[in-house]
Structure formats: C-alpha cells, structure tokens
C-alpha cells in the first residue's frame, strides 16, 4: 500500500497513508486510535502487513486506553524481566533512559532482534507508544526481512528454505556495535525476575500468515544454531544472512515522538535500539511504554493453524 491511499470505516474517519522517508514503513495522520473500529483496524492491519511498519502521530492515549487498543491485536506477551512490567500494567514494558538505570542495564536492546524470538510461540506484532523523546538521538532501527529475503540468490532462497534455527534467550554472538546482555551474567538479585525459556527451534525462512509473503525470521538476538549445520557452519550462515539483512538499501530508521504509536510486523521486520545517554535531564530523557501481542487479531478472521509453523521434530 502506497503512499496519498485514502479509505474510509464506519468511525468515518479517513485513513490517508503515506509513506515514511526511508526505505520502508507508512504513517497515517490524523486518526484517532481510541474510536477505532473493526473496520479501521482492518485497514490498518493491511497497511502495516504490507508495509511492515505503521506510525500514528497525535495520539492522546490513556495507559488503560494503550493496552485495550494493544488487546485488540492479539495476546499481550508478559515479559521475560519483570522489573520492566509496568506496575499497573503488566501489559506494557518500560522503556526508559533513567539515569537510575543500572549499568548492566543499559542499552540492552542494542541489538538486532526479533521480539520473543526465544520463546516457542513468537510475537506477531509490536508497538510503542511514545511519552518522553530527547532531543538528540533515540532512534530505532528496522530491517525489512521480506525484502531482504526477496533479493537473495535464487540458489540461495532455496539452499536456506526449510532449514531450521535454535534459539535462545540472548543466546546469539554479538556484533562488533552491538550490546547483548546475558541473563546468566546479570546479578544473582535480577536473575531471580528473570524467567528464562528453554531453547526453541524456528524456520530460518517464514510465510507469513497474512500476506503469504516469505521473509527471513530471527537472525539476531536468540538465534546461536542451524539443525543439521555444525556450529562454525551454521553461524557463519546467520551472520551472513544478518550482515545482508541489515544493508542500508533495507533498513529504515525512525525516532518516536510523544504522541506516537508505532507498530511494526515483527514476522517480517527486525529491529534494534541505538546507543542512548542515560539521563533525567528533561531534554535527554525517552520513555515509551511497548506491546508485543501473539497470535493474530480477531477482525482479520485468519484461521490459528495459518500462523504456527512448527518445527520439525
């Protein structure tokens, strides 16, 4: 869906699409999430399906209001760490560059990474509302999967189709700019909020339910094995496959504002955090509170068993 598309729903609002500067994404102005109907959703889902990322700027949201909206998209996931639930909300995860932050705390998400890829049922899609933004810096980072698997070799797509990956929580070798933290290293007192899953296998290579599109899936993050690949084989494919990915021709970057609700295709989209001041100046201070959901809405009306694609036993 491209940019100047107008629609309308029974809420009669219009839904005018038009895309962000970069390489991939939209933004709608001027709809207000909290009288969305079916029939808004709808549209949308089909734009951030297709575009595999959608801003809404100029939302006035309640906490209770955010996670309504963010129950309408799926299922909430509860986060692994729950020193970063919100107390109200468990719903919602805390992202802040408090200068009360620990160190070891600091700029975890730092690196490429599909949400609860290191759980067996992984999240569909992700969202942020934004509340603080500094003024410098806080931007996010997106790879465009689809389009990245889209330009591989044609022996390439076909050598990596059908293969399948393990995960971990965290478990995946950093990049030289990168930032992983390790449960196993944070201090025994924080270890004792942290559920760690068990490892999971998931394709390197997934349809998606919706669009029926392939896109690569997990390459950052969890991801530290191919099945079937001895160890220096298998990473050495996955950081290939990553170091395409995250090419500048497929990533696209966006700064939340107050105000923003962000949504992302986390099927198709990787994504990372930058390297952030830790402050309560008011002027370099970020918070924004995400939603990650599983499984799929229920104004789309997809079957579950499109969504799952198991792993070979």
């Given at each position: 869906?491209?940019?100047?598309?107008?629609?309308?729903?029974?809420?009669?609002?219009?839904?005018?699409?038009?895309?962000?500067?970069?390489?991939?994404?939209?933004?709608?102005?001027?709809?207000?999430?909290?009288?969305?109907?079916?029939?808004?959703?709808?549209?949308?889902?089909?734009?951030?399906?297709?575009?595999?990322?959608?801003?809404?700027?100029?939302?006035?949201?309640?906490?209770?209001?955010?996670?309504?909206?963010?129950?309408?998209?799926?299922?909430?996931?509860?986060?692994?760490?729950?020193?970063?639930?919100?107390?109200?909300?468990?719903?919602?995860?805390?992202?802040?560059?408090?200068g009360s932050v620990p160190a070891f705390m600091r700029n975890v998400?730092?690196?490429?990474?599909?949400?609860?890829?290191?759980?067996?049922?992984?999240?569909?899609?992700?969202?942020?509302?934004?509340?603080?933004?500094?003024?410098?810096?806080?931007?996010?980072?997106?790879?465009?999967?689809?389009?990245?698997?889209?330009?591989?070799?044609?022996?390439?797509?076909?050598?990596?189709?059908?293969?399948?990956?393990?995960?971990?929580?965290?478990?995946?070798?950093?990049?030289?700019?990168?930032?992983?933290?390790?449960?196993?290293?944070?201090?025994?007192?924080?270890?004792?909020?942290?559920?760690?899953?068990?490892?999971?296998?998931?394709?390197?290579?997934?349809?998606?339910?919706?669009?029926?599109?392939?896109?690569?899936?997990?390459?950052?993050?969890?991801?530290?094995a191919v099945e079937g690949m001895d160890e220096a084989e298998g990473?050495?494919?996955?950081?290939?496959?990553?170091?395409?990915?995250?090419?500048?021709?497929?990533?696209?970057?966006?700064?939340?504002?107050?105000?923003?609700?962000?949504?992302?295709?986390?099927?198709?989209?990787?994504?990372?955090?930058?390297?952030?001041?830790?402050?309560?100046?008011?002027?370099?201070?970020?918070?924004?509170?995400?939603?990650?959901?599983?499984?799929?809405?229920?104004?789309?009306?997809?079957?579950?068993?499109?969504?799952?694609?198991?792993?070979?036993?």
């Open positions: 869906m491209n940019g100047g598309v107008e629609m309308q729903n029974r809420t009669n609002q219009e839904l005018v699409l038009e895309p962000l500067p970069g390489a991939f994404g939209v933004r709608s102005v001027g709809v207000d999430l909290t009288r969305a109907d079916d029939a808004l959703l709808r549209g949308l889902a089909d734009a951030l399906f297709q575009n595999r990322i959608l801003v809404m700027p100029g939302q006035a949201m309640s906490n209770d209001q955010y996670v309504a909206f963010g129950k309408r998209w799926g299922r909430p996931v509860l986060l692994v760490s729950r020193r970063n639930r919100h107390g109200e909300h468990p719903e919602m995860i805390v992202q802040s560059n408090s998400a730092s690196h490429w990474h599909c949400d609860s890829s290191y759980e067996e049922e992984v999240a569909t899609v992700t969202m942020l509302l934004g509340v603080k933004a500094p003024a410098e810096g806080g931007e996010t980072l997106f790879a465009d999967l689809a389009a990245a698997y889209a330009a591989l070799p044609e022996e390439m797509r076909d050598r990596i189709d059908g293969l399948q990956v393990r995960h971990g929580i965290s478990a995946a070798t950093p990049g030289k700019d990168e930032t992983i933290v390790r449960p196993q290293d944070l201090p025994e007192d924080i270890q004792r909020h942290v559920d760690i899953p068990a490892p999971v296998l998931h394709p390197l290579v997934r349809t998606h339910p919706v669009t029926g599109m392939k896109a690569l899936y997990g390459l950052g993050g969890s991801a530290f990473l050495a494919l996955l950081n290939d496959l990553k170091s395409h990915a995250t090419a500048p021709i497929f990533v696209q970057d966006y700064k939340l504002m107050p105000g923003d609700v962000l949504l992302w295709d986390n099927l198709s989209v990787m994504h990372r955090a930058t390297p952030i001041e830790y402050s309560d100046a008011p002027d370099k201070a970020r918070l924004n509170y995400r939603i990650s959901v599983k499984g799929l809405p229920d104004f789309l009306a997809v079957p579950e068993n499109q969504l799952m694609e198991p792993a070979s036993k």
